[in-house]
């Protein structure tokens, strides 16, 4: 064989062994993190159980404007604190190109990548979702195409990526992107990132801001066996947000309680029976993604309603991620570097406690 031929024959083989690795379906991020297998929603719900939103970070128009950057410590500490997921809350629309194709900025991804990795490899599920794309609410017909193409960015660069990351459509439709508009909106998202990932779960919540009442407005495709439907849930409202720097007229209900009373009780039981009903009807799992009440609140009431909607929510075999970690809400204080024991407690009782027949 002649020499030309055998360099025509090593540059064959060379371009033949590229492409079989450009078409290798392993994790983009090789061998650290174990490949994508299928899960069932209801099972994957159950991996949810107990988890905090990242709130006030990344839901920014940039990490840190509002006080919170996530650290690498908080992975640890929620794994340490019995938590088993995490929800973060992104603001993809300011990390993007706003003219086509709506590029999502590769440092963004790369922020984004870390923090997934650092929730995988705590054994911590984690749910990504856009979020604060307060365009798209005003205007839903001229940011539709952007809202898609994001999509179908994030679902292509997450597509190996293991099982427990979960996607979750949009945070809280509201104003002119109306129920009706948002059932048309949420089969068009759903379809681009089945192309990519036929077999992720994906969470799915109600118009109207996400609450349980217009669950009854929702339609979600029956065909498709990978969802998860959420609801958030801050009943009622005057005691959550009471002195609520965002929401008008909040410092008239300063003072307001939640003592535990049987009709109080009975109010929250009656909105998860509403989400639990619907879950049954359409076969889907149901996530209790936000809820929390503000730290202007009497903290021994924060408490108690805390607990009973937790208590409650596993009882309905409702998985919850609780509204927030470490801001107006949370349960951790960042700048004393300690849990808040009250609300941490009523998230997650301690092992004594919980394990106790008298519990």
């Given at each position: 064989?002649?020499?030309?031929?055998i360099?025509?024959?090593?540059?064959l083989?060379?371009?033949m062994f590229?492409?079989?690795?450009s078409?290798?379906?392993?994790?983009?991020?090789k061998?650290?993190l174990p490949p994508?297998?299928?899960?069932n929603?209801?099972?994957?719900?159950r991996k949810?159980?107990?988890?905090?939103n990242?709130?006030?970070?990344?839901?920014?128009?940039?990490?840190?404007?509002?006080?919170?950057a996530?650290?690498?410590?908080?992975?640890?500490?929620?794994?340490?604190?019995?938590f088993?997921?995490?929800r973060?809350?992104?603001?993809?629309?300011?990390?993007?190109?706003?003219?086509?194709?709506?590029?999502?900025?590769?440092a963004?991804?790369?922020?984004?990548?870390?923090?997934?990795?650092?929730?995988i490899?705590?054994?911590?599920?984690?749910?990504?979702?856009?979020?604060?794309?307060?365009?798209?609410?005003?205007?839903?017909?001229?940011?539709?195409?952007?809202?898609?193409?994001?999509?179908?960015?994030?679902?292509t660069?997450?597509?190996?990526?293991p099982?427990?990351?979960?996607?979750?459509?949009l945070?809280?439709?509201h104003?002119?992107?109306t129920?009706?508009?948002w059932?048309?909106?949420?089969v068009?998202?759903?379809?681009?990132?089945?192309?990519?990932?036929?077999?992720?779960?994906?969470?799915?919540?109600?118009?109207?801001?996400?609450?349980?009442?217009?669950?009854?407005?929702?339609?979600?495709?029956?065909?498709?066996?990978?969802?998860?439907?959420?609801?958030?849930?801050?009943?009622?409202?005057?005691?959550?947000?009471?002195?609520a720097?965002?929401?008008?007229?909040?410092?008239?209900?300063?003072?307001?309680?939640?003592?535990?009373?049987?009709?109080?009780?009975q109010?929250?039981?009656n909105?998860?029976?509403?989400?639990?009903?619907?879950?049954?009807?359409?076969?889907?799992?149901?996530?209790?993604?936000?809820f929390g009440?503000?730290?202007?609140?009497d903290?021994?009431?924060?408490?108690?309603?805390?607990?009973?909607?937790?208590r409650?929510?596993?009882?309905?075999?409702?998985?919850?991620?609780?509204w927030e970690?470490?801001?107006?809400?949370?349960?951790?204080?960042?700048?004393k570097?300690?849990?808040?024991?009250?609300?941490?407690?009523?998230?997650?009782?301690?092992?004594?406690?919980?394990?106790?027949?008298?519990?």
């Amino acid at each position: 064989m002649k020499k030309s031929q055998i360099y025509l024959l090593i540059i064959l083989l060379v371009s033949m062994f590229h492409n079989m690795c450009s078409k290798d379906t392993k994790n983009p991020v090789k061998d650290e993190l174990p490949p994508f297998q299928a899960m069932n929603p209801f099972d994957q719900n159950r991996k949810i159980f107990r988890g905090v939103n990242f709130g006030n970070a990344l839901e920014a128009p940039n990490e840190g404007d509002w006080g919170v950057a996530i650290e690498d410590e908080y992975f640890k500490l929620l794994k340490e604190a019995r938590f088993t997921s995490i929800r973060v809350p992104t603001k993809w629309s300011a990390h993007a190109a706003p003219t086509e194709p709506y590029k999502i900025y590769d440092a963004f991804f790369r922020r984004i990548d870390w923090i997934v990795k650092k929730a995988i490899e705590n054994d911590l599920t984690i749910i990504l979702n856009i979020h604060h794309y307060d365009e798209i609410f005003m205007e839903p017909e001229n940011h539709k195409a952007r809202f898609l193409a994001l999509w179908e960015q994030i679902a292509t660069h997450y597509q190996n990526y293991p099982a427990g990351l979960i996607f979750e459509i949009l945070n809280e439709p509201h104003d002119k992107l109306t129920p009706k508009l948002w059932n048309q909106y949420l089969v068009e998202a759903l379809q681009i990132i089945r192309k990519t990932n036929p077999e992720r779960n994906v969470v799915i919540g109600t118009a109207n801001w996400g609450g349980t009442g217009s669950l009854n407005e929702l339609v979600i495709p029956a065909s498709d066996k990978h969802l998860i439907v959420t609801v958030h849930y801050y009943n009622p409202f005057q005691f959550t947000h009471q002195g609520a720097e965002w929401v008008d007229g909040s410092n008239a209900w300063m003072g307001t309680l939640w003592s535990g009373t049987a009709a109080e009780r009975q109010a929250v039981d009656n909105d998860l029976n509403l989400a639990v009903a619907y879950g049954e009807k359409n076969n889907v799992p149901i996530y209790l993604g936000e809820f929390g009440s503000y730290n202007k609140a009497d903290i021994r009431s924060r408490e108690r309603w805390t607990a009973y909607i937790a208590r409650q929510a596993e009882a309905k075999d409702i998985g919850w991620t609780y509204w927030e970690f470490c801001a107006g809400f949370g349960v951790y204080d960042r700048d004393k570097k300690q849990w808040i024991p009250r609300i941490l407690e009523a998230l997650i009782p301690p092992l004594a406690k919980e394990n106790s027949p008298n519990k």
